[in-house]
């Protein structure tokens, strides 16, 4: 499953980050890694609004494909 | 030991959100200054204070997630640590969220710099149950570590006693040690001992039979193998300092999130908050604005004046002092108080957290156009003026972006050309109301034309990609938004204010030189005027007196009309008024009083004042209406709309985007105008 599919409110592990190199590096670095968990609080329009320890993070939804979850 | 020794330079280092501005604010008070890095956008604060006999500089850097250089904020970070590197770091995390910072502070580590380690936002930790060991931290890393907390000041005192220390000790961090196999191929591409882990890393990548024996070591690519090190030292250092209880509290971001993001609820407070921004910035200052206009030109100039006959000057040195100098000053102050109320309400939206929460909220609206979800507040406030809405766009973080917004905003049709328009529609159109809303409209199309070709040529680019945080709600201290205020303010009036003052003045000598002149038509601005009649004829301008006018309009808009009477009318600017100092001085002090209470009232009026014209001119109107028709105006006003004849516009522009973004646009602006003009001009003349 990939993170744009899960429902909001739902609680998810991070499994897996694809697509661009560049890309994975800034999600990376923003603490969205594989095995951290994430809430996904909010979608809304073309992004998701995630919740990860203390912060928030919005990112759009073609990246949320990318990263695969469980 | 000589002086310049005595110099520490210290670079502020951290993620987005940190506080880092609050610190800055705190440990460098009235010192601080903003600019740009060289050749870019991305704004640079700066500031110095003394203690203990040195003088510490302060760099902040932009905040950053990593040093790999992505972003043009991480290019900048990563070229100043590494080209120019400061005497310390000043590494600043927000302890909340401590681990990924960590990530960072690796990276940070291995560029060898001196470091003092900030734990900033300890009190939002504490509530939260983290609790950070900074002994054992110390120890571990080798360094010197402040608990702070960036809203009270707390802690401040001991950076700069940490700073002092980690200078004189000469402490550097521990080397960082990452896994074995690494650790020796990177020793074994060591050369000297002066080598920093980043330079070995960075020579590590460059060759190919390392890469080669990493991806055969650990399976990986050697580039992930890296950065899942630094990860790691991130994970352990942090389970290995931080105790954590865990607290179950609601928290006043969830809550407030619940309203203020959601999809119906969260537009409706958008607009509410955008109504109320628009009329205490507009509103609440203009009357103060208008004071002062009548301050330097009624008191300031008058007194000026009479001083300088008392030295025996020249009519024309007399005239070039009272009205040109005084004249520019009051122009370029009477934006002040618009630029302060606009920085003091932005800052507050951003320091508390709200702003890239608009991002998300309208990002739905927004993209669709092809622009940044943020954009949307420079965009409104460009109705109220076009001056503070460029200055709004500092807080778009792309380049690209904020370019394009910059671009559109001198097309909102400000009040300005309202003064206008209304005379013009109300002179020649039996439907006024009518064709000002058409002119509103063709503004907003003309802006949307201007970003798509933007997009389709020098601005290309795309917006798939939105990653942001968004920070928890937190209330700014005023002492943090005066501060800020203070320091941008004095920039505007620097960097705008001088350019504003500059070209005031080219344009009073223009209309008041050759010496002697004593009709507007044998002056230079005369002549340049009836010289650019083979420009205007085809938008359906023949009288060299319209354009003519055009040239002190460039100031701003609505000095066409004064400027139109003046030459029309051929009234003459010198009032032969009685002046008494004592009177005109007791008439100010109660103008201010008035003009205090007027700005209040308007706060608690709920209509927008903005747009409130008066009648003006009438004297003017039935010349104007013999010289010229209903197309030709119309064709006017439509040239007076596109075209930015807005000095300040043109100087803030040069201030947020360069020189050359700022005089291509103007030249863009004319040529549409024009366009605009002659098309409406030539349709209308078939009909």
């Not at chain 2, 040195?317 to 109320?341: Q, Y």
């Not at chain 2, 389709?456 to 005023?478: A, C, D, N, Q």
């Not at chain 2, 006003?637 to 947020?656: A, D, H, K, N, P």
Request: with cysteine; glycine share 6%.
């Amino acid at each position: 499953m990939n993170l744009e599919d899960v429902k909001v409110g739902a609680k998810v592990m991070i499994r897996d980050l694809k697509g661009k190199e560049e890309v994975i590096r800034r999600v990376e670095a923003m603490g969205l890694r594989r095995g951290r968990s994430v809430e996904v609080l909010q979608k809304l329009g073309r992004t998701i609004l995630l919740k990860l320890n203390n912060s928030r993070i919005v990112i759009s939804k073609d990246i949320a494909r990318n990263i695969y979850v469980e | 030991m000589k002086s310049e020794e005595k110099n520490i330079k210290v670079a502020l280092v951290g993620n987005p959100n940190v506080g880092k501005t609050s610190l800055l604010n705190h440990l460098a008070g009235t010192t601080l200054r903003v600019g740009n890095w060289p050749g870019v956008t991305v704004e640079k604060k700066e500031g110095k204070t003394f203690y203990n006999g040195y003088t510490i500089y302060f760099i902040d850097l932009p905040g950053i997630y990593t040093l790999e250089p992505l972003s043009e904020d991480e290019y900048i970070a990563y070229r100043f640590l590494t080209e120019e590197p400061p005497d310390m770091i000043l590494n600043v995390i927000e302890t909340p969220n401590m681990e990924r910072d960590l990530f960072l502070t690796a990276e940070l580590l291995e560029l060898g710099i001196p470091m003092v380690l900030v734990l900033n936002m300890i009190d939002e930790a504490q509530k939260l149950g983290v609790d950070v060991d900074t002994e054992r931290l110390e120890e571990l890393l080798g360094l010197k570590v402040v608990k702070t907390n960036g809203r009270t000041g707390v802690g401040i005192k001991d950076i700069l006693t940490a700073i002092v220390e980690t200078y004189e000790k000469k402490i550097t961090p521990k080397e960082i040690r990452y896994s074995e196999d690494l650790e020796r191929l990177l020793t074994s591409l060591r050369e000297s001992v002066k080598e920093t882990k980043q330079q070995l890393i960075k020579k590590l990548l460059a060759h190919k039979e390392y890469l080669h024996e990493i991806e055969r070591l650990y399976g990986k690519p050697a580039q992930q193998v890296i950065r899942e090190n630094r990860f790691a030292f991130a994970h352990g250092l942090y389970n290995e300092v931080v105790k954590r209880k865990p607290i179950t509290s609601t928290d006043i971001t969830t809550l407030l999130d619940r309203f203020l993001l959601h999809p119906y609820i969260g537009t409706v407070v958008f607009f509410l908050i955008m109504f109320i921004l628009f009329k205490v910035s507009f509103d609440f200052s203009k009357p103060f604005m208008d004071w002062l206009d009548g301050f330097l030109n009624d008191f300031v100039s008058p007194a000026l004046g009479l001083a300088l006959i008392e030295l025996g000057m020249p009519d024309l040195v007399l005239r070039f002092f009272s009205e040109a100098v005084i004249g520019g000053v009051g122009f370029v102050l009477t934006f002040t108080p618009l630029i302060a109320v606009i920085y003091l309400l932005l800052s507050f939206l951003e320091f508390t957290g709200y702003l890239p929460r608009i991002a998300f909220l309208m990002d739905r609206v927004m993209h669709r156009l092809g622009l940044h979800g943020k954009s949307l507040i420079p965009l409104l406030l460009g109705f109220g003026c076009n001056v503070p809405a460029i200055v709004a766009t500092r807080t778009m973080e792309s380049k690209r972006d904020k370019l394009l917004v910059i671009a559109m905003i001198p097309f909102m049709s400000c009040p300005a050309r309202l003064v206008v328009f209304s005379f013009f529609a109300i002179t020649f159109f039996k439907n006024p109301a009518l064709v000002i809303f058409s002119l509103y409209i063709l503004g907003i199309v003309i802006a949307l034309i201007t970003a798509i070709i933007l997009r389709k040529t020098i601005l290309r680019g795309s917006l798939e990609h939105f990653v942001m945080e968004l920070p928890p709600y937190r209330l700014p201290t005023l002492r943090l938004l005066f501060g800020v205020v203070w320091v941008y303010l004095k920039d505007f009036l620097y960097r705008a204010g001088t350019l504003i003052f500059a070209v005031s003045i080219l344009i009073w000598l223009s209309m008041n030189l050759p010496p002697g002149v004593e009709k507007p038509e044998d002056s230079i601005a005369g002549k340049v005027g009836k010289a650019l009649i083979p420009i205007f004829e085809p938008i359906g301008i023949k009288d060299w007196r319209v354009s003519t006018s055009l040239i002190p309009a460039f100031l701003a808009r609505e000095i066409v009309l004064s400027s139109m009477a003046t030459i029309y009318l051929a009234e003459g600017t010198k009032k032969k008024e009685e002046f008494s100092l004592s009177e005109s001085a007791k008439e100010q002090l109660f103008g201010l009083l008035s003009a205090t209470k007027e700005a209040f009232y308007s706060l608690i009026n709920p209509l927008p004042r903005t747009f409130e014209v008066s009648e003006e001119y009438s004297n003017l109107r039935s010349v104007v209406s013999k010289s010229m028709d209903e197309l030709s105006a119309l064709s006017f006003m439509i040239f007076i709309l596109i075209y930015t004849s807005c000095l300040g516009t043109i100087s803030v522009m040069w201030r947020e985007a360069g020189k050359k973004f700022a005089l291509g646009f103007l030249i863009y602006s004319f040529l549409m105008a024009w366009l605009s003009a002659f098309i409406v001009y030539k349709v209308g003349s078939m009909l």
